[in-house]
């Protein structure tokens, strides 16, 4: 006998699964037409390029589970969900396959892999929806905000898969086939029916075998309603993700748009859900509330208000509640009465707003959140588009950023009350600068902390110092260099931000500039990734990148001196610019054994400074301070020398440092600076 089954064996009727598909199917097309009506209410956007790229970086992250398995226990959990559930989709799949086409190829060798790929697959399944349960009924981190949708989503499956291998253990101890073996799990659950007579057996198989269809069909019903909407949402959000940097914001070109419509100015940054686009939209759905983000986050962790995890669901409620209708020339909109407002303080009569201010003024736009998402949902461009409704359509923001931007208006630059220029610092330096008729390949771009604070200004000089060992020809700008307006976006002044870039990108074009060096991260990845959208193409390097080459080159040769090195990951180098490599070769050439010692949160997990999003001249005055939690996370790895290369990350480490560690005990130094020393005659 040729080892096979018949499908719809013991079953009268097996052909009405057919209709219970077509109505389960059709419940699952409304529930995600719904969800897309409410994402045509935001604005457009194109996400459909470069085809390709998207198709692999979804089969990678959907298939490679890359972003989950990051948490070793929970990733692995749904790791073995996932491929459980895809075999027995397969498994099912082949089975309605076989019985459309009237092609029996379930039979044979084959029909005993397929037997018992299906039970192992099932089984592993099972096992990663126990471990599940024990992830989120036992140990229960604090990043969890468990809600009855997860335990139903958990236990329904679990429910299903338990369910099949009870049908198939009554039907192999009903038809006892001498290949029961090949179906394990199956076969093992067939022995609790030992003893039963014939039809008690075939009774309690057609039973179950209904149960279990319903309960199928019930699942697909459900898919879009609950938890498992993060399969289609997700997955659909995971191949519209950007392509990009995370770290360049959007551009809307207030010149353009107050010349195409004169009242664009009182509307400027979103203050509702359809100011955000359907892909903004489309990222509320993707959400799985998992807390990844929010175990990342500083700001969460530090005591502010900010959660991104709540943040996304409070905004995800809020589009769930809006009505969209139609309008007169065919277009759809919110129906404002169902609507509390998008923002606010929450002291405010009526509705409360889905956004807290005090939420949006926590964000230090570090990108951990949009790191560690594994759906790539974008948390820092809403924060900021909300950030630039409160400043420049309210006039909402704290003193800080008010002088913050006050100051950049008036001297272009962050640093109130500073009277330094930004020349001084290089007066009796041997140094080539543009306005002074000098010529170069390269623009050396100080920045404005690297000018006009002392701490950097020591990393400036280390800098042309090394350059000038390894014979970079290079020249700088002086004092018509003007902040880059990196601070006033991310704070939301968009309007200051257009006018240093626009300022910027003019004066580059007057010299000819094509390349330019920096050794602030920030400055590097607005000149890099934001000014391009305003015409301004350059190739800009951080000074890491810069020094390894000339390492590599032999034309700067470092002697190993500094003592226990690590090092911290920039924001805005690392997550920001996937620049990770470069920074650590020069720490580790410097070193006294030519390596470093980690820390347990580096590279792309590093934990933030707490200077980004304009908290360099900001201060929340939160619980637990960012920056001593950094500083204690170096202490805790017992390096003497912590090798920094941002101007705000040297600020942020100088002040913790004075705070936790008095005597001086660890060293903070730029690479640039650890580098110029190992040079000295």
Known sequence: MEPTRQIYWNIVGGGLIYAFLAVAATWLLWGVWKRVRLWRLGGSENRVDRIPERISGLLREVFGQRRHLQDPLPGVAHLMIFYGFVAEFIATLLIAVQEWTGIHFLQGNFYLGYSLLSDLFGLVAILGLLMMLFWRGVLRPARLHSALDDWVAVLLLLLLFVQGFFVEGLRLAATEPPWAEWSPIGYSVSFLFAGWPESSLLEAHRSLWWVHAITAFGFIGYFVFGKFGHVVY??????????????????????????????????????????????????????????????????????????????????????????????????????????????????????????????????????????????????????????????????????????????????????????????????????????????????????????????????????????????????????????????????????????????????????????????????????????????????????????????????????????????HDPCYLGRHNDIYEEPRQVAASVSADGSLIEMKKSRSRSHCCGSGGGYAWMDDKPEHRINHERFSQVQGCGAKTAAVSCPFCMQMFEDASSALDPDGEVRVADIAELVAESIED
């Not at 009242?263 to 489309?282: I, N, Q, T």
């Not at 959140?369 to 820092?380: A, S």
């Open 234 to 567: 997700g997955g659909s959000n995971i191949f519209l993700r950007n392509l990009g940097s995370t770290g360049k914001l959007s551009h809307p070109d207030i010149d353009v748009l107050v010349e195409e419509d004169e009242e664009a100015l009182d509307r400027l940054g979103v203050g509702s859900l359809e100011g955000f686009s359907w892909k903004g939209l489309m990222d509320l759905d993707a959400c799985v509330n998992c807390g990844r983000c929010e175990a990342m986050c500083p700001a969460t962790i530090s005591g502010s208000p900010l959660s991104p995890r709540k943040l996304i669901q409070d905004m995800k409620g809020q589009l769930t509640r809006s009505a969209p209708v139609a309008g007169g020339d065919g277009a759809e909109t919110v129906q404002a009465p169902l609507i509390s407002p998008l923002i606010g303080d929450g002291g405010e009569d009526g509705a409360q707003p889905a956004v807290l201010e005090a939420e949006l003024w926590g964000c230090r736009t570090c990108g951990a959140c949009m790191h560690e998402c594994p759906m790539f949902i974008e948390h820092i461009p809403k924060i900021v588009d909300m950030r630039r409704h409160l400043v420049m359509t309210e006039s909402k923001m704290g003193e800080d950023a008010q002088a913050l931007l006050k100051s950049m208006d008036d001297r272009m630059h962050p640093f109130v009350g500073s009277s330094r220029d930004r020349e001084e610092w290089f007066s009796d330096l041997d140094v080539k600068v543009y306005g002074r008729g000098d010529e170069a390949d390269t623009l050396f771009w100080v920045g404005c902390a690297g000018a006009m604070v002392d701490r950097n200004i020591d990393v400036s000089r280390a800098l042309v110092k090394v350059m000038k060992t390894a014979g970079v020809d290079f020249a700088l700008l002086g004092n018509e260099e003007v902040c880059t307006g990196d601070p006033a976006r991310r704070v939301g002044g968009e309007l200051t931000y257009q006018m240093c870039a626009k300022e910027n990108i003019e004066t580059f074009e007057r010299y000819g500039i094509k390349r330019i060096v920096t050794a602030c991260p920030h400055c590097m990845n607005t000149l890099k990734n934001e000014y391009s959208d305003y015409g301004g193409e350059y190739e800009v390097l951080h000074h890491s990148e810069l020094i390894d080459d000339l390492i590599s080159d032999g034309r700067v040769k470092p002697k190993g001196q500094a003592e226990s090195v690590t090092y």
